[in-house]
């Protein structure tokens, strides 16, 4: 790696770490000893930085600050603003519920290349619509490499208890949204916050509702999403705002860039130009092979898909979970 692209490297990936474990709602989810101490000294920053950067120089593979699986792109909502674009897909876009043979499969091929997953978010569209769900959930937790999870739930199914069972653990966490407020929800799906918040309340499980914590339910429209083509220099500013920085997700083996990258390769293009963005975890590669293009993915001063996604137009205050009339 030359100079340019360890710079780049430690930006997006070294350093993300000690910025994940400090974004609020995640902080307030998980209990980040060494963050916790660490605050305390002025340079804790430094230091965190640097026994991530010691660990990347021994071991040469790198770790995850924090990454999404995408359990499936299906929903039982249909949110007009959906940060997940769902209402945009079809049928034949769709990911369906992952089964257990696949996510077990997925994962371990992941962790072989990798040091480890800082916190690992389980995502959609809605992920309680997949039925391997406590088997997916158990293995993930049973896996060292792997030091917090999360899953995001519109709490319109309520958690079997074999699932509880599963959720229950020190390194678990969920964090539900609250579209009680929510009218003209279709296919007869009811929105079940407060028995869901009891469940998981009487089960002693972590969570957290963002909204309902800082009273701000409302949400912000998604960018504009068509091709063209911008100066380096603005998408380089534009990616190192983004969320899509911190936040590689993958759906169906291909990790890419984050929630609305996978909308495009799925829905709009997959160029040859676009495909080069993309990790396949699922062709043939060898584990070094598959940590080398880890790294290149976070060597990069932006993604070619930042040429798609239009900010100007950003609409904030919407009503949260509005749903497609
Ligand atoms: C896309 S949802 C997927 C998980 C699950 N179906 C749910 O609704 O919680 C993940 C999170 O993003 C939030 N979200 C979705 N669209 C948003 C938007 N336009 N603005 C702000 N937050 C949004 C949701 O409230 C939820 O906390």
């Not at 690992?120 to 309680?128: D, I, T």
């Not at 990258?261 to 040859?272: E, M, P």
């Not at 290149?296 to 898909?305: A, D, L």
Request: hydrophobic share 35%.
């Amino acid at each position: 790696m030359d100079r340019h692209n360890w710079k780049l490297y430690k930006k997006n990936n070294i350093e993300q770490l000690w910025k994940v474990n400090n974004i609020q709602w995640i902080n307030e989810l998980f209990n980040f000893k060494s963050v916790k101490i660490l605050s305390k000294f002025k340079f804790g920053h430094i230091i965190c930085n640097k026994y991530i950067e010691s660990r990347f120089l021994l071991k040469h593979k790198p770790i995850l600050p924090y990454f999404a699986f995408f359990i499936t792109t299906k929903c039982t909502l249909n949110c007009k603003n959906c940060n997940s674009m769902m209402p945009k897909y079809t049928e034949k876009t769709h990911s369906k519920p992952i089964k257990f043979e696949v996510f077990k499969k997925d994962l371990d091929t992941l962790l072989q290349a990798v040091d480890y997953i800082n916190v690992f978010v389980l995502v959609g569209g809605e992920p309680m619509l997949a039925h391997d769900l406590p088997q997916i959930i158990k293995y993930a937790i049973s896996k060292k490499q792997i030091k917090h999870i999360l899953l995001a739930t519109n709490c319109t199914i309520l958690p079997s208890e074999k699932l509880l069972k599963a959720m229950k653990n020190p390194k678990f966490s969920v964090q539900i949204s609250d579209y009680s407020h929510v009218k003209n929800i279709k296919n007869d799906v009811q929105v079940k916050y407060d028995e869901f918040k009891k469940l998981l309340q009487e089960n002693g499980i972590k969570f957290n509702n963002y909204q309902e914590k800082r009273n701000a339910n409302t949400w912000f429209s998604m960018p504009e999403i068509y091709k063209d083509r911008r100066a380096p220099e603005l998408l380089t500013k534009q990616f190192d705002k983004c969320f899509a920085n911190y936040c590689p997700t993958i759906c169906d083996g291909i990790i890419s860039q984050d929630f609305i990258t996978v909308y495009i390769q799925r829905n709009l293009d997959s160029t040859t130009e676009l495909q080069k963005e993309l990790i396949n975890i699922r062709e043939l590669k060898s584990s070094k092979e598959l940590a080398e293009e880890i790294i290149n993915f976070y060597s990069k001063p932006y993604s070619k898909f930042c040429n798609y996604c239009h900010f100007e137009n950003i609409k904030y205050g919407l009503p949260c979970g509005e749903q497609v009339e």
